[in-house]
């Protein structure tokens, strides 16, 4: 339940985290930066939940790489839209 709990937060953080960004392509418009606040309060969040669950350096390991993994995931979304774009086209 917890690892669950743990992985959707950060997931949740890190998805916020791009659509502020605004070189996002998902949405046509980025977030406004208040979400960004809200999307760093969820990783926090979520770095408190890794903490309960495993030692110290687990738990950061765990956080870090489950973001690093949801920062790079996220912007290859948009990569299929580009190419179902372009083979349209052709």
């Known amino acids: 339940m917890w690892l669950f709990l743990g992985l959707l937060v950060t997931l949740l953080g890190a998805t916020l985290l791009y659509l502020s960004n605004k070189n996002q392509h998902i949405i046509t418009r980025p977030l406004t930066k208040s979400?960004?606040?809200i999307g760093i309060v969820c990783c926090l969040?979520?770095?408190?939940i890794w903490l309960q669950l495993f030692v110290v350096s687990a738990a950061i390991f765990t956080?870090?790489?489950?973001?690093?993994?949801?920062?790079v995931g996220i912007p290859l979304v948009t990569l299929n839209q580009f190419?179902?774009?372009n083979k349209g086209e052709e």
């Open 63 to 71: 956080w870090l790489f489950t973001l690093n993994v949801a920062l």
């Open 83 to 85: 190419f179902c774009k």
């Open 45 to 48: 969040l979520a770095l408190l």
């Open 35 to 37: 979400w960004r606040l």
